[in-house]
């Protein structure tokens, strides 16, 4: 594959005209360098033997740059950070964004106004949807939850990477606040697969079979579409990455 020309920062990489997150871990058991993309955040992770050198890492980047920037395209859409002009589907309902005066997010109809500076627009917009996010689901799990006759022990919402929602074994139940951008049936089986580990915590056949009763019908289209649309999601309300100083640090600290 044809090396690409990287610029490399500490923690970071330039591709594809934009910075992506680097993280360079040594492994004791690998027995070759390995790279990998996360779909969710854009990091790549590059794994190094105990043997490897640092400028054998580095070289070895270079060599895949072409096959880096081909998988990004393919798996971690751009960072959509949310401006003027924006258009959402907020729980299945379509809102522009636009510049509002005063202190305070106002929605008006199809119309949400968004007061300060255009800088910080981005920064409201995700606070509002954040909470948004946290009525919306505390009222749907709290609902749930009382139709199955189980207590609620609190309802979160954050940004996890890698899971749309989570259950501990004292019933604190999360959720990503950017369920509010899926469409409802989405959110709803979401809620649904959570409400359901009250009950029951691993994912057995019993598991299933309460969770779909508790939604009405399967979770299987939710779950492909989040597998399809998911890095979407996450890429929405993301500013591009910053740069540091052009250089990068040796990678045995780092493992």
């Not at 998988?71 to 949310?82: D, H, I, K, N």
């Not at 920064?123 to 009382?146: D, N, P, Y």
């Amino acid at each position: 594959m044809r090396p690409a020309s990287l610029v490399r920062l500490p923690g970071a990489l330039h591709l594809g005209g934009r910075w992506v997150p680097l993280r360079v871990v040594r492994h004791p058991r690998a027995r070759r360098m390995l790279l990998r993309v996360c779909a969710q955040s854009g990091e790549i992770r590059l794994t190094l033997p105990r043997h490897a050198g640092s400028r054998e890492g580095l070289a070895f980047l270079e060599a895949q740059g072409s096959w880096l920037e081909a998988t990004l395209a393919r798996l971690v859409p751009e960072p959509q950070p949310f401006r003027p002009g924006s258009t959402l589907s907020v729980a299945d309902e379509r809102l522009t964004v636009a510049a509002g005066a005063g202190r305070a997010v106002l929605r008006q109809g199809a119309v949400l106004h968004v007061p300060g500076p255009e800088w910080r627009v981005n920064a409201r917009v995700a606070a509002w949807l954040r909470h948004e996010a946290q009525r919306l689901l505390e009222a749907e799990t709290r609902a749930l939850a009382a139709r199955l006759g189980r207590p609620v022990a609190a309802v979160a919402v954050r940004d996890p990477r890698t899971r749309w929602g989570s259950c501990s074994a004292a019933g604190r139940i999360a959720y990503s606040w950017r369920l509010i951008l899926a469409p409802g049936f989405v959110r709803r089986t979401v809620v649904a697969h959570e409400v359901a580990h009250l009950a029951e915590p691993h994912h057995g056949p019993a598991f299933w079979r309460l969770a779909e009763d508790l939604l009405g019908e399967s979770h299987a289209p939710a779950r492909q579409w989040l597998r399809g649309h998911g890095p979407a999601l996450h890429a929405l309300g993301r500013a591009p990455a910053e740069s540091g100083r052009a250089s990068l640090p040796e990678a045995a600290p780092l493992g």
